[in-house]
C-alpha cells in the first residue's frame, strides 16, 4: 500500500507540474526543423492550439500590433496578447520575470540595442524559422536568435514651405552653414546616426561634426515624433535626424510639407524579434514568429507605412522604396552597439543632453 500511496503522489505530482516531464523549448523548435513542410505547419498549429495563447512584448506601433492580432487570431484558434513599450521596458521586463525563475513571454521585440545582452544572459532562444530564408543577411543572425521584422531608416528632413528644394541640405556638413543656426533640431536619442557616424569616420571626426553643429545652435528636443511634428508645424527649417516612415506618413496622411533627405549612406537598424529561450508556450511562439515574418504579417505593418526587411514587401510609399531610389543603407546590428554605444553616450552626454 505505501507504494501505491507513492505512485499515485508521483502521478498527481507530474499531473499538476507538466514542465517538469516536457520538452525544452529549443528541442521542440529543432524537432520543428527536421520535419516536411505540411507536417511540421500541422504540428505547430496543433501544438499551438493546445497551448491557447502566445505572447509578445513589442514596440511597434500599438495600431500595428492591433491588426496583426486581429489578422492572426482570424487564422489561428490561438489568443495573442501583446504588452507594448520601449525597446528597453521591454528589455528590463523579460530580464526582471528571468530573474524571478518566471517567464511571460513567448516572444520580444526590443530594440536593437539590447539584443546582444540578452543573448548573453541566455534569455533569447533559437528558432529558425522557415521564414528567415526570405530575409536578407544583414537582418537576421546566423545562429537563429533574432530576425528584423522592421527596420528604422535614420534620415534628414526639411520644410518644403521654408526651405527650396535646391537649398535643402545634402550631406550633414552642409548643416554647418549659417543660413541653419538656431532653426534645425535633432533628437537626444540620435544613435542610430551618430554611431553611423562613428562606424564610418571614427570618433575624432564625430566629436568635431557634434562641436560644429552645437556652435551653429543646433536645436535639442526629445522624441522623433515630436520633432516630425514641429517640422511640419515650421517651428524650424529642417532636422538631422528623423525616421523616413514616419516623415512619409504624416506627408501623405496629414499633408504635412516635408521632404526626406538620404545622407551617404544612410544609417538604418534591423528592428529584431526573438523568441525566449524558456517560452511558456513554444508551439505559439513558433507560429507566431512564422506569422510576423510571413509576406502576409509583413504586409500589414508596411500598409501602415513600415519599413519590411523581407525581399518580396515593398514599401506602401515610392520615396521608402530603397531599393528603386538607389539608397546605400548602412545597417547596424545589436554586434555595433556593443562597439560603438559607450562612445555614443559619451558624445550624447557631451553634446546632447546638456543643451
Known sequence: MPMLKFAGVFLLLA????????????????????????????????????????????????????KIRVEFEKVYPVKLEVWRASGEKIANRALTEAKAGKSFADLVGPSNEHVS??????????????ERAAYPDSQKDRAGYWTGYDYNVAVMAYNTKLVPA????????????????????????????????????????????????????????????????????????????????????????????????????????????AVTRDAPHPYGAALLMDYLLSQAGQKIFSDFGRLSPRRDVRPRYSELDMEANR????????????????????????FLLGR
Open 15 to 66: 499531473l499538476c507540474f507538466p514542465s517538469a516531464q516536457a520538452k525544452e523549448p529549443e528541442e521542440i523548435w529543432k524537432e520543428l526543423e527536421k520535419l516536411p513542410a505540411a507536417e511540421r505547419q500541422k504540428r505547430v498549429v496543433e501544438g499551438a492550439k493546445a497551448e491557447g495563447r502566445v505572447v509578445l512584448y513589442g514596440n511597434l506601433n500599438a495600431e500595428n500590433f492591433e
Open 117 to 130: 545582452a540578452l543573448i548573453r544572459v541566455n534569455l533569447l532562444g533559437r528558432y529558425n524559422s522557415p
Open 166 to 273: 535646391a537649398q535643402a541640405p545634402k550631406k550633414y556638413e552642409d548643416f554647418l552653414d549659417p543660413k541653419w543656426k538656431g532653426n534645425f533640431a535633432i533628437d537626444m536619442d540620435s544613435d542610430k546616426t551618430i554611431m553611423a557616424w562613428l562606424k564610418t569616420w571614427g570618433p575624432e571626426k564625430t566629436k568635431k561634426l557634434l562641436q560644429a553643429l552645437s556652435k551653429n545652435e543646433i536645436v535639442v528636443r526629445k522624441g522623433h515624433t515630436l520633432i516630425a511634428e514641429l517640422l511640419c508645424a515650421g517651428e524650424f527649417k529642417a532636422a538631422v535626424e528623423l525616421y523616413a516612415y514616419r516623415l512619409a506618413d504624416v506627408k501623405h496622411k496629414k499633408g504635412c510639407p516635408v521632404e526626406i533627405v538620404y545622407p551617404d549612406p544612410t544609417p538604418a537598424t534591423a528592428s529584431p524579434v
Open 327 to 350: 539608397v546605400r543603407i548602412l545597417l547596424l546590428k545589436p554586434e555595433d552597439t556593443d562597439q560603438f554605444g559607450k562612445q555614443y553616450q559619451q558624445l550624447r552626454e557631451e
